[in-house]
């Protein structure tokens, strides 16, 4: 193999494995628009005391500000819902469509359930180095289309 040739092998597998990331991006975006819906109703059931020296007429807020925001965080977790389900049957069907079933899981197990190397030699029962091996024949065989 020329160098040439093992850059584009490389160039390739890296565009897999963005493609492949895919899905866990998804999955941390949908977490962090949760979390900040969470602070949001946490913010308003529980407001700091605001406290520089000014006195202030009430503490009493009008609740449509409040209202829309949340209700714009929400419009957005659902669409990201919406679009992890859709990233995930993408990948997953492709994943399904290769033929060697530990290649799957490897696939599986570090992109779909995000799983660290050492978990995934774990629970395939392989060393860390052979799982490596199988990650590299998994990624030579994934077909992106």
Known sequence: ????????????????????????????????????????????????????GMPHGSSQTDLSDYIAILDEQIELLKEERLEKARCYKRIEDRIRMMSNEDEQTVLRLRYIQGLKWEDVAAEMGYSWKQIHRIHSTALQNFKMT
Not at 19 to 38: G, H, P
């Open 1 to 52: 193999m020329t160098e040439e040739q093992k850059k584009e092998f490389q160039e390739e597998n890296e565009k897999k494995k963005e493609y492949l990331r895919l899905y866990r991006r998804a999955v941390r975006r949908e977490k962090d628009i949760l979390e900040e819906i969470q602070r949001l109703r946490l913010d308003k059931m529980f407001p700091s005391v605001v406290n520089d």
